[in-house]
């Protein structure tokens, strides 16, 4: 079993998952998919000239001497409201109501809001003078004809599908969220809401974890917890394949004389073949049953780990310890998720925060310390929790940061300045 570094072991990650192929999808089911298409208006935004408030349309010269003391009075034609047919039209010496979002008339060449009014219908009178253009929103002022409002690459949120929306759009294609599935092994589990036998524990990593993959922006779908057995495991591993764009199990990958997950997996990946270094990653592993490499990274926690593509689906094989689990999953899978929809593989936000008490680390590993973060005066400072073992989860559960001591730090003193991730809130 080699040992590597954390950026190694990231590295040949990043370099296995494949891009999930594009498809099209209806704009609400495409929410958190990124774009896969560059999207050009049709027709300019807005598509004609039309009132920005609710008032009247006249010719501004006709109101340029209005004054609260000396009203023009102006006789109204009629009413245009949102939807009207721009047919419209007005002279000099004339106003028509008008509604915000309605087709400014011809002739016409400022808006009176209602405010600067009596709110007349028959006539109007006006109290105050207006430039003209004021109050219109121009056709075009938004968008241009043939403009792209949206890059291949754009992660869709709500602001960015009303702008696809906006040009008309009902379906895009785009790369959806991953579908991962989450597998927890571990004969001493019990489902929450079971009554626990001696030497059995509420099964934690699951949940965790299927949140984390939401959290993350992808599809998460828990799987049944399965027992310390080979032929179990892997029969849910095989079973899942088909929906899993990419699979993750927790336990069963340290030293352990059961450690279910190696077993199988080791013997999966001599008997199928290939490591991450044998090929070209993503492509060259779905052409095989796969391969999955166990190995020793170089951190705290999560030391034991495993990655691996079976028939090109990726498996992460992350450890038992729950907050070994957690920190796994924001270390490797979260930015492997992100590749796969072809976002850039970035980690959690990391921000420079104040050390508030002295820490030791040990030499050669990249340890992670939960801690939770608190600004005022214009920085951050960061305070370790005190149990820091990697299965305490009440700790991690009251932490919002990770924070990162490099592999060369031993002692870093109170006061130092240390990189934090910050955790979702
Ligand atoms: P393992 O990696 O399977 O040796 O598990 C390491 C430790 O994590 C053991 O104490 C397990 O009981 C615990 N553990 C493993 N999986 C889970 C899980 N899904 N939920 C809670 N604890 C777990
Ligand atoms: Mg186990």
Redesign the pocket.
Do not use: K
């Given at each position: 079993m080699s040992m590597r570094t954390v950026d190694e072991h990231l590295a040949g990650i990043l370099r296995a998952v494949p891009l999930l192929p594009p498809l099209e999808l209806a704009l609400l089911e495409a929410e958190g998919a990124v774009l896969a298409e560059p999207v050009e208006a049709p027709v300019p935004l807005p598509p004609f000239d039309n009132s920005a408030m609710d008032g009247y349309a006249v010719v501004a010269a006709d109101v340029a001497a209005a004054g609260e003391t000396e009203p023009v009075v102006l006789p109204v034609i009629g009413d245009i409201a949102a939807g009207d047919p721009a047919v419209s039209a007005i002279r000099p010496g004339l106003a028509a109501r008008i509604m915000t979002g309605a087709p400014m008339p011809a002739g016409a060449d400022a808006v009176i809001p209602v405010e600067w009014t009596d709110g007349g219908t028959a006539s109007v009178r006006i109290t105050r003078p207006a430039p003209p253009g004021h109050y219109i929103r121009r056709a075009g002022e938004d968008v241009l004809a043939g403009q792209v409002v949206a890059e291949p690459g754009l992660r869709l949120r709500a602001a960015q599908l009303g702008m696809l929306a906006a040009v008309g759009r009902a379906r895009v294609m785009v790369r959806p969220r991953p579908r991962v599935v989450v597998l927890?092994?571990?004969t001493?589990?019990r489902e929450p809401g079971a009554p626990l036998a001696p030497g059995q524990?509420?099964?934690?990593?699951?949940f965790m974890l299927t949140a984390a993959v939401i959290e993350a922006g992808a599809v998460g779908y828990r799987q049944a917890?399965v027992g310390d057995e080979p032929e179990k495991v892997w029969e849910t591993v095989q079973d899942q394949l088909g929906r899993a764009d990419a699979i993750i199990t927790?336990?069963?990958?340290?030293m352990?004389a059961r450690?279910v997950v190696k077993e199988v997996f080791s013997a999966f990946g001599a008997a199928g073949g290939r490591g991450p270094d044998a090929g070209a990653g993503g492509a060259a592993g779905a052409a095989g049953p796969g391969w999955v490499e166990f190995s020793k990274v170089a951190m705290r926690p999560g030391k034991?780990q495993g990655f691996g593509l079976l028939h090109g689906t990726p498996i992460f094989t992350l450890?038992?310890?729950?907050v070994s689990?957690y920190v796994s999953f924001q270390v490797f899978v979260r930015p492997a998720l992100r590749a796969m929809q072809g976002l850039p593989p970035d980690p959690l936000p990391t921000v420079g925060a104040v050390l508030t008490e002295d820490l030791k680390s040990p030499a050669g590993l990249r340890h992670f310390v939960r801690g939770r973060l608190s600004s005022g005066r214009g920085f951050f400072s960061v305070t370790p929790a005190e149990r820091q073992g990697s299965?305490q989860l009440g700790s991690l559960s009251s932490a919002d940061a990770l924070i990162v001591l490099r592999e060369d730090d031993e002692a870093i003193p109170a006061g130092s300045h240390v990189d934090v991730l910050r955790l979702p809130s």
């Open positions: 927890s092994t571990g001493e589990l524990i509420w099964e934690s990593n699951s917890t927790s336990g069963g990958v340290s352990g450690d034991p450890p038992g310890n729950p689990a299965h």
